[in-house]
């Protein structure tokens, strides 16, 4: 997108998704930066490393210290992806409309219950990880 140096008159429309972060309704939509699939498997490797150590030894909080760095630069990239995308849109159009989703709820465990256990769990819980990695809470 463009940055105008006049006063935007303009007013858009923003849907949310999983596959486009944003679809505007210009047409135009952004990808997702996805952070924390792209350092998952990093994060889970440093993780088991962590479990083999004695607890509260040197090398156990040297550990949990590199655990840390790599949950901050997941935070860290997505807090600045987001900022730059509603700076950008923020000074292009006076007007924006954003999708009020139910986070809470498109993110409940498909678990269910002892009496009755849940359906597609796994595949629930994939789309769960996916939908709170997008930041659509703090974009909005």
Do not use: C
């Not at 997108?1 to 006049?6: A, F, V």
């Amino acid at each position: 997108m463009e940055k105008s140096k006049t006063m935007a008159t303009s007013s858009i429309g923003i849907d949310m998704s999983i596959n486009k972060f944003v679809a505007m309704s210009n047409g135009e939509y952004v990808n997702p930066a996805n952070m924390f699939r792209k350092l998952e498997k990093r994060l889970a490797k440093e993780q088991r490393k962590l479990s083999r150590k004695k607890k509260f030894s040197n090398n156990f909080d040297k550990q949990k210290k590199r655990i840390q760095h790599i949950h901050s630069k997941i935070a860290n990239s997505r807090l600045d992806f987001l900022h730059k995308l509603s700076t950008t849109l923020s000074k292009n159009h006076a007007l924006i409309a954003v999708e009020a989703l139910k986070i809470k709820n498109m993110s409940k465990s498909a678990k269910g219950n002892i009496a009755e256990y849940g359906r597609d769990v796994k595949a629930k819980s994939g789309l769960n990880k996916s939908i709170l990695d997008q930041g659509w809470g703090i974009f909005r």
